[in-house]
């Protein structure tokens, strides 16, 4: 048999690659990219306040103006696309061309400007220093950007302006281009394959070959790390649009149960429970005057004002029946206090409809009546139907006593009528009923209906019956 939680799934749509992207998606994505640019900038921001203050301490200021202005183009470069972004201006090609941008700029001052300011230093052996690095450091910090097209575009654009620098370089007169297979084929001894490699003019090409394999390996590994942690993003918000889709059908606390434990909803199980019902009293007068959307805007400012006052007691709704609300406390799981709130929930609900009426009172409408009834007992929880339909519910003779109680209120006059078993249950708990509903009274033990034995009850509230 499918449990609800299983049946809902088959029901509710899923954020995979072939569907459309929820809205509640996408709008996490784009938080999830603007936040992204976020951190590259204050990130690169960071560091580049870093390699200032470093360059300041190290080198000399006619050395370092030049790398000192780098920084402030950098700074730049960043801070454009990032407020721009803020204010919705410009999209992904603004934001790749910036990138292709930092690129070129970077690849240029590692390879072509003199670092040390020393006579006879060559582009050829800026080709040799550990600046490439840098290129990977660029690299990597995209992956803030929690874009997987940005990171693939950044490796493009990194592997395509280094590769123009070095041939750049390889086009140079007084480059001495070689490869490894050349030496090798030469036969030359290791003297003459140190003078070669170690000539201040020669460029190998297996250094370049290295140079853009580790560089497609970070971009491949960042990409993949990205495009997981995307994923992760859209199977996270998915299973918080179905717990929202569910909470439109079940309790929250039905639903946790649900998502945390699939099958412990499916045995049926005896436990004591509190059970209320709230009724508009004279419904049936009041539907006959009212225009159909006038009855549907009543009945859903009924059911969500006593649902609020539900869900904010722990309470389970279970269902409404027409102009009805049906509450238990005690499910899933049982709790000391379940008749201590149960009774916080009815004085909740009668202080409710009082404020209605108010709102009511004031744009000219009738106001509505409710009579309440509470029981206390054990009671059966669990699923009920067969595989095509379950319903989660709360059977016994404690649900049809709560629901003689609630009718009762009309005989006794109160808006509230709660059995004995229920106050002998708050009591139990440590707690004085009339401390929760001050005008609460014992009234004389009643008839209800399909009972041979009188209920004894206690009653709250004042009730004018219109039928």
């Not at 960043?78 to 930092?102: E, H, K, Q, S, W």
């Not at 080709?127 to 575009?153: D, H, N, Q």
């Not at 003078?195 to 370049?208: E, F, H």
């Amino acid at each position: 048999m499918l449990d609800l939680l299983t049946r809902w799934k088959l029901l509710l749509p899923t954020a995979d690659a072939s569907s459309p992207m929820p809205m509640a998606l996408k709008e996490s994505l784009s938080r999830e990219e603007l936040a992204g640019l976020s951190y590259v900038f204050w990130g690169r921001s960071f560091v580049l306040g870093l390699l200032a203050i470093w360059i300041g301490f190290t080198l000399p200021i006619d050395r370092s103006s030049l790398y000192l202005s780098a920084i402030g183009v950098f700074l730049l470069f960043g801070a454009a696309p990032y407020l721009l972004a803020r204010r919705g201006v410009g999209g992904t090609a603004m934001i790749a061309t910036f990138l292709l941008l930092d690129a070129a700029v970077l690849s240029y001052l590692l390879i072509v400007p003199n670092p040390y300011n020393l006579e006879g230093w060559s582009p050829q052996l800026n080709l040799r220093a550990p600046g490439f690095l840098y290129l990977g450091v660029f690299l990597v910090a995209m992956a803030l950007s929690y874009k997987p097209a940005l990171v693939v575009w950044a490796g493009i654009a990194t592997i395509a302006t280094w590769s123009a620098g070095y041939l750049w370089v390889l086009s140079l007169p007084e480059t001495l281009f070689f490869s490894s297979r050349q030496v090798l084929d030469k036969g030359l001894g290791i003297d003459e394959v140190l003078n070669t490699i170690l000539d201040p003019n020669a460029v190998g090409l297996a250094r370049l070959t290295n140079q853009i394999v580790f560089l497609v390996l970070v971009t491949a590994i960042l990409t993949l790390t990205v495009w997981r942690s995307r994923r992760l993003v859209r199977k996270q918000v998915a299973a918080e649009a179905q717990r929202l889709s569910l909470s439109r059908y079940f309790s929250p606390n039905i639903v946790r149960e649900l998502s945390s434990n699939e099958s412990a909803l499916q045995r049926p199980k005896v436990q004591p429970a509190a059970v209320l019902f709230a009724d508009i009293v004279g419904f049936t007068t009041i539907s006959e005057r009212l225009d159909p959307k006038s009855l549907v805007d009543l009945l859903r400012g009924f059911h969500g004002r006593m649902a609020q006052a539900a869900l904010a007691h722990d309470g389970t709704v279970d269902k409404y029946i027409g102009d009805a609300i049906m509450v238990h406390f005690g499910t899933p799981h049982r709790k000391v206090d379940d008749p201590v709130r149960a009774l916080a929930c009815a004085r909740d609900m009668m202080a409710e409809v009082k404020r209605w009426n108010a709102e009511r009172e004031n744009a000219n409408e009738s106001p509505i009546r409710v009579g309440i009834g509470v029981h206390y007992g054990e009671v059966i929880v669990g699923n009920i139907g067969d595989e095509r339909r379950l319903e989660y519910t709360v059977l016994g003779d404690t649900v049809n006593v709560a629901s003689r109680l609630e009718h009762l209120t009309r005989e006794v006059g109160a808006q509230l009528v709660v059995s004995q078993e229920l106050i002998a249950a708050a009591r139990s708990c440590g707690i004085e009923p009339n401390t929760i509903l001050p005008d609460l009274r014992h009234d004389e033990s009643r008839s209800v209906s399909g009972r041979r034995k009188p209920v004894e009850v206690w009653s709250a509230g004042s009730l004018i019956d219109d039928n």
